[in-house]
């Protein structure tokens, strides 16, 4: 079987626990590598988005490099590869973004999209409180905390954080799945 490579984009953000939590899954033939240009993405078979300030990365990935962003949207919707983005990832992959105005002034051009949802940004607060756990008598019963549609997988909380590497190994199946099928 040939390598399998998984890109984290690293602009900015929770990137080091996403590559630690990959590599503790100890397959030979994965590759984890950190992305920082169009050139890595490249080498990519499947990305990781990770948490961070949403705004930033967006701005990173436009203003900084409009290339990176154009070739974001070329992966996620001409390519279909795999692509999970945890918290602030997920609302860039969101479809619409609920009270953005409040926090940019990137309008309609906020977000990469590829899930067709509408996302709460800081929903719950401090992304510092932003965790697998919800308090059902702040936020109801109806909280989702994980979406998945096509190539795209969305978490609103943080699995790298967490002790086991369950979503990884989800996420290295889908990008294992796509690439042979």
Not at 70 to 92: E, M, Q, R, Y
């Amino acid at each position: 079987m040939s390598e399998i490579t998984i890109g984290v984009l690293s602009l900015q953000g929770d990137f080091e626990p996403h590559i630690n939590h990959f590599i503790k899954l100890q397959i030979p033939s994965l590759n984890i590598i950190q992305v920082r240009n169009v050139n890595d993405l490249g080498l990519c078979d499947g990305l990781v988005i990770p948490g961070g300030e949403s705004t930033t990365v967006r701005r990173c990935c436009a203003y900084e490099n409009d290339t990176l962003y154009n070739a974001l949207l070329h992966f996620i919707h001409v390519l279909k590869k795999p692509i999970w983005g945890t918290c602030a990832g997920c609302i860039l992959l969101s479809k619409n973004v609920e009270n953005i105005k409040l926090y940019s002034n990137f309008g309609n051009k906020f977000s990469f999209g590829g899930l067709d949802i509408t996302i709460c940004r800081n929903f719950y607060g401090s992304q510092v409180k932003v965790i697998a756990t919800f308090s059902h008598e702040l936020y109801g019963s109806n909280i989702i905390a994980a979406v998945e549609q096509n190539n795209c997988l969305g978490t609103v909380f943080h699995p790298e954080l967490l002790p086991h590497t369950a979503f990884q190994q989800y996420f290295y199946e889908k990008v294992k799945n796509y690439k042979y099928s």
